[in-house]
């Protein structure tokens, strides 16, 4: 019996129209009825994230940042939170002004970017997050920041793992959630070990917990996980990795492994 599912939210929960279709939504319902623990896994901010948790119904804490913050929607209470090293963020932010790539920042659960472009427009609204400029990047430096991201061409980012591990070191993570997108955390911040963070807090075994994502940030998730699923959707990586595939997000692949593992197991 599984008391714990963690569902990433972008190609996993919600459809390529960035919706919970109504299907996934009941499912999701009759799970916490069930009384599984449903909970978001995903890279967005909290404050994005939140969003869509609440409309949803959830009431639980829910993983963001990657994994950096875990953070209970109820009253908003840090569970568990990982900031990017200082010293790994002033080489970041050298590295890529250096270099002229466009690199984001979260402090305070807000977004901050040296200039506008189009890069940044794009990510704003893929989101539905509010971005603020600062040009003078030393200012940013000092502050606490969970999550950095530089959005680029995929093969060229590709390149850009390895360099960026040789300099910022074994302090960082460094994932990618989605093709064009590169982002750093803390090396504890991944969803993997939040998720084990989770399970502890919820008095359950990791082997009692399922995890869905698409991506290869969900790796460390689905590994950990007692049942790790991959969307249909996901990708060629993730799937071999995983212990089951679903439908895609559009066909409401969420619902398929409620049903599957959690609700034909209750009745």
Known sequence: MYKLIAIDIDDTLINDDKE????????LEQAVAAGVVVTLATGR?????QAIARQTGLNVPIITYQGALVKNLLDENVLYERYVPQDAVRKLFEYCVEHNLHLQTYIDDKLYAREENQKLIDYSALN??????????????????????IIDDPDFLDELAPILRELLGD?????????????IMHHEGTKGLALEFLAGHFGCDLSETIAVGDSWNDHE???????????????????EIADFITLSNN????????????????N
């Open 20 to 27: 919970v279709t109504p299907a996934t939504q009941q499912a």
């Open 45 to 49: 901010a909290y404050a994005s994230a």
């Open 128 to 149: 539905n997050t509010r971005y603020y400029i600062e040009p003078d990047w030393e200012k940013l430096v000092p502050e606490k920041t969970p999550k950095m991201l």
């Open 171 to 183: 302090t960082v993570h460094i994932t990618k959630s989605k093709p064009y997108f590169l982002e």
């Open 221 to 239: 998730m689905l590994e950990a996980a007692g049942l790790g699923v991959a969307m249909d959707n996901a990708i060629p990586a993730l799937k």
């Open 251 to 266: 066909e409401d692949g969420v619902k398929h492994v409620i049903e599957k593992f959690i609700l034909q197991t209750a």
